[in-house]
């Protein structure tokens, strides 16, 4: 069965600090998708990216960027230079091809960039 | 375009009533709507898939008869909770895959807060 690990429950950091949020994911299919979701208070789902499995090139986004290892099963996401708009919780999410492709969810990860 | 609406955003009632949340895709036609409940803190988890025209898939431990979904249509989903109870009040997101498109492909709604007292 598919599985994602945010082993990181909560993190604080200070504006304009770099921060990595962790991802690991488990899967016995050789197909399947990555995501990234961005959840402020409003409760509101914000999608930031997806990979799928063939493609393990690191992607950057202004101040966000991704980095895919197939072999660690790894999927982390770093924000550089934090601004206190960032903070929400962050969910890394796994979709399977032959599993229907419903959306597995981590636990996420608070983040909290103080001013 | 991909637009997933749901109403109500947030929704109060007592304890042994029922109340229907819908999920519509608003520019697009959805073949697959699934629904996921997400308490405080806590992650997103699924609860069912629905197709359109056929019967809803439940996850394990999600009982079927006290959340009653229906996808009549390509645009349409709802949710039923009936008989709530306060341990119901959570957060339900639904999400939409459009007809036609890469398996993946999901777009999620706003979500619904519900309250149970």
């Known amino acids: 069965a598919q599985k994602v690990t945010q082993a990181q429950t909560e993190i604080s950091v200070v504006e304009k600090e770099d921060v990595t949020l962790d991802c690991v994911y488990e899967?016995?299919?050789?197909?399947?998708?990555l995501f990234w979701y961005k959840q402020p208070p409003s409760g509101e789902l914000v999608f930031l990216i997806r990979?799928?499995?063939?493609?393990?090139q690191n992607e950057i986004s202004g101040r966000y960027s991704w980095n895919f290892q197939k072999s660690t099963s790894s999927f982390n996401f770093t924000i550089t230079a934090s601004q206190v708009v960032d903070s929400a919780v962050y969910f890394c999410?796994?979709?399977?091809?032959?599993?229907?492709?419903?959306?597995?969810f981590g636990a996420g990860t608070r983040l909290t960039v103080k001013p | 375009g991909a637009v997933v609406s749901q109403h109500p955003s947030w929704v109060i009632c007592k304890s042994g009533t029922s109340v229907k949340i819908e999920c519509r895709s608003l520019?697009?036609?959805?073949?697959?709507m699934f629904w996921y409940r997400q308490f405080p803190k806590q992650s997103l988890m699924l609860m069912a898939t629905?197709?359109?025209?056929?019967?809803?898939?439940?996850e394990q431990g999600v009982e079927k008869d006290k959340f009653l979904i229906n996808h009549a249509s390509l645009t349409l989903s709802t949710l039923t909770v009936t008989s709530a109870h306060p341990e119901d009040s959570s957060f339900y997101i639904c999400s939409a895959r459009r007809q036609g498109a890469l398996s993946y492909e999901q777009y999620f709604g706003p979500g619904t807060r519900l309250t149970v007292t």
């Open positions: 899967t016995r299919d050789t197909t399947y998708y």
């Open positions: 999410a796994l979709s399977e091809e032959y599993n229907n492709n419903d959306m597995r």
């Open positions: 629905s197709n359109e025209g056929s019967k809803a898939t439940y």
């Open positions: 990979r799928n499995s063939f493609d393990e």
């Open positions: 520019d697009f036609q959805a073949t697959t």
